[in-house]
């Protein structure tokens, strides 16, 4: 089973602290999706960003069908997330 070294939120500083707090603006906590990518602070906010960008930004999709989507490739790839 592959191991991350996650830095919890108590743990965060500098850069990766902000993303932390900003993640708990946006959702209300740090998702584990969020702290797996901690290690790289860097990618995080990429990451973070290309999701809002995909699911608030401008689409032909509505937000319902794009978290629909979502949804359905979750399941089918098994996540439990």
Known sequence: ??????VSPAAATGYLKRQYEAAVKR???VWGIVSAMSPNPKALKTSMDLYRALMHGDS??????REL?????????HCLY
């Open 1 to 6: 089973m592959p191991w991350i070294r996650i």
């Open 69 to 77: 989507l979502a949804v359905v490739v979750s399941a089918e790839n």
């Open 60 to 65: 032909p999709l509505s937000r319902g069908r």
């Open 27 to 29: 959702a209300g906590r």
